[in-house]
C-alpha cells in the first residue's frame, strides 16, 4: 500500500511540472505575441505619419500653386506693361460657331463673329459682328450686331451700326452712333447721332451732333464743353 502511495505521489509530483511548464510556455508565448503586436502598430504608426507628411506637403503645394496664379487686374497691368501697341496690330477671331462662356483678356485685336459670355477686355480694337454678354472694354470698338447686352468701356471712337441694339451704358472719347441704345452716354468728345439712332438715356459729351431722323429720349448735357455757358448770362 505505501509502495502505491508513492507512485501515486509521483504522478501527481510529474503531472504538476508539466502543468507548470505549460503555464510558463504560454506566457512566454504571450510575451512573444505582445513583442510582435507592438512592432507591428509602431510600422503602422509610422507608415501613418509618413501618409500624413505626404497630405500636407501635397496641400502646402497646392496652396502654394494657388497663390502663384496671378489675378486679372495683375495680368492687365502686365501686358500694358510689356507694350501693347506692338501687339495691337495683330487681331484674334472668334470664328462664327464658336461660344465661349467666361472673359477674354486679350492684349491684340479682337474679332468676336462668334458668341462670348463674359465680359471682355482687349488692349486694341474690338470689333463685334456676332452675340456678346458682358461688358466690353477695349481701345477702340465697332459694333454691328443684332444685340449687345452690357456697357462699353473706350479710350477712343465706339461706334454703334445700323440696326443694332445695345443695353447698358456708353464711355468714350467720342461716338457715333446709328443704333438703338438703351443707357448712359458719357463721351469726353463729340457724339453724332445718325439719322437712324434711337437714344433711351441721357447724353454727357464735348458736343453732339443729332441728325434729322434720330430720336433722344433724355437730356443732353454738354459738360465737356470749353465754353462757360453760364458766364454768358451773367
Known sequence: MGLFNDAKNQLDNEKT?????????VQDEEVDAAD??????????E???????????KK?????????????????????????SSDASQTTLITK??????SIISDCSLDVMGTINGDIECLGKLTISGKV???????????NTDRLDGSITCEGT????????????????????????????DVNGPVVLDSTAIIKG?????????????????????????????????
Open 97 to 102: 460657331g464658336t461660344t465661349i462662356n467666361g
Open 17 to 25: 511540472e508539466v502543468s507548470e511548464n505549460n503555464l510558463f510556455d
Open 158 to 185: 465706339v461706334k454703334i451700326g445700323q440696326g443694332t441694339i445695345v443695353i447698358g451704358d456708353i464711355t468714350a472719347s467720342s461716338a457715333v452712333l446709328a443704333g438703338a441704345v438703351k443707357g448712359e452716354v
Open 133 to 143: 454678354t458682358g461688358n466690353s472694354v477695349a481701345s477702340e470698338v465697332f459694333v
Open 60 to 84: 502646402e503645394e497646392k496652396v502654394e500653386s494657388t497663390r502663384a496664379v496671378p489675378d486679372v487686374a495683375e495680368r492687365r497691368s502686365k501686358l500694358e506693361s510689356e507694350g501693347a
Open 202 to 234: 441721357n447724353i454727357k459729351a464735348k458736343s453732339v451732333q443729332m441728325n434729322n431722323g434720330a430720336v433722344l429720349d433724355g437730356f443732353c448735357s454738354l459738360s465737356y464743353a470749353e465754353l462757360d455757358v453760364d458766364s454768358i448770362f451773367e
Open 36 to 45: 510582435i503586436d507592438t512592432e507591428l502598430l509602431e510600422s503602422i504608426l
Open 47 to 57: 507608415d501613418s505619419e509618413e501618409d500624413d507628411g505626404k497630405k500636407s506637403k
